[in-house]
């Protein structure tokens, strides 16, 4: 998540690596990364001249990728810097007629996202492999399979459209997934299931990627909200949202048979009791509402899933929290609060 450094802290990126175990920020000075359960920073470099206003990690390996970004940016933000952490230097870099919106990393690809198009690099060689046209892409939206699958998402031609790639197949699919621009996307581990959710923030839908069918339709609530992250759990079972509300959504994603049986166990994940008459009434009786929720204290947040039944939260004002929820009873408990940046009142 990119944000805008305030006065009480000089914030300028959060994310998630590709297995939610650690996070990465960047800031007015530099860069840190912090280990997720517990919370503990893992190591910090700080620059003189300038900030990284995008950062990604390689799972927790030494090697990322740098954007400048802030009031003094370190590097020039039309340019993705490879930044090997053992030998304290940038190994490599890439660069655009643009200002780079997005960086993706897996083992063996750099992926690079502009405003109207994804670049695919070779990550041995930095050979140029592929790239894709997409409609305007402010926020640098794109999802990498981070495992064996090689899949890719990000938006299409027209506002709603999500291209993927299945690489390994030599196979694309364009899924007409809203009727306005696209506000989140996200891919679970093995790259068979995407998440998408528009800028009007009340509908998730969940499609096969290799077939492109939608497979469940989600609601977050009926008013218009800002969606700021998806996430998948590991084994795709659930799915977990965070939006301009305050509040975070878990969701059930089991398979029809496991939701017949929850039913029938009166678990707590179920449609609206209406859904029996879903080809008459709107979508609105018919989605399938969120299993449990929360509210954060800080609104600007990233979720994604931790341990088992764990969900962690990253929050704009510096602070992270940690979550445990039973989704069969609704019920989530905090388990423990930590600041990973300190503001101005902090020092």
């Known amino acids: ?10 914030l300028l990126f959060m994310g998630f690596n590709q297995d939610y175990g650690c996070f990465a920020c960047g800031t007015e000075r530099g860069f840190f990364i912090c280990n997720c359960d517990p919370l503990k920073e893992r190591f910090r470099r700080e620059f003189d001249n300038g900030g ?26 039309n340019k993705v ?7 304290n230097k940038c190994i490599a ?11 993706r990393l897996r083992r063996d690809r750099i992926i690079v996202v502009l405003e109207n ?3 695919v690099y070779n990550f041995a060689d930095l050979q140029l492999l592929h790239q894709l046209e997409t409609t305007s892409n402010s926020k640098g ?11 890719l998402a990000c938006p299409g031609l027209k506002p709603g459209y999500v291209h993927v790639e299945l690489y390994d197949s030599s196979q694309t699919q364009i899924i007409p997934a809203h009727n306005s621009a696209l506000a989140q996307i996200a891919l679970n581990r093995d790259g068979t299931r995407l998440a998408t959710t528009s800028e009007k923030g009340t509908l998730i839908r969940i499609f096969d990627t290799a077939t492109g069918e939608q497979l469940k339709e989600l609601r977050r609530g009926a008013d218009r909200a800002e969606i700021y992250s998806l996430a998948f759990n590991n084994d795709s079972t659930a799915l977990c949202l ?7 959504h878990i969701f059930g994603l089991m398979s029809k048979e496991a939701v017949a049986a929850a039913e029938a166990a009166k678990a707590k994940n179920k449609t609206s009791s209406f859904s029996f008459m879903r080809d008459i009434l709107p979508s609105y009786f018919s989605s399938e509402w969120s299993a449990a929720q929360f509210s954060v204290p800080e609104s600007k947040c990233i979720v994604a899933f931790g341990a088992a039944n764990v969900v962690i939260v990253l929050c704009a004002d510096g602070t992270c929290y940690k979550y445990t929820y039973d989704m069969a009873k609704g019920e989530v408990n905090q388990e423990s609060y930590g600041k990973f940046i300190k503001g101005k009142d902090d020092e």
């Not at 939206?141 to 899949?151: F, G, H, I, T, W």
């Not at 965070?242 to 975070?248: E, H, L, N, Q, R």
């Open 117 to 119: 198009k994804v670049y």
């Open 93 to 103: 870099e890439l660069e655009f007629r643009s200002e780079v919106r997005g960086v």
């Open 141 to 151: 939206l794109c999802a990498l399979c981070p495992d064996k699958a090689n899949v």
């Open 242 to 248: 965070s939006s301009d509300k305050g509040t975070v």
């Open 81 to 87: 810097m490879i930044w090997d952490d053992y030998q």
């Open 52 to 77: 990284i206003g995008i950062i990604e990690m390689l799972f927790r390996c030494n090697i990322l990728a740098l954007v400048g970004g802030g009031k003094n940016p370190r590097y020039p933000p």
């Open 1 to 10: 998540m990119q944000l805008e450094a305030t006065p009480k802290n000089e």
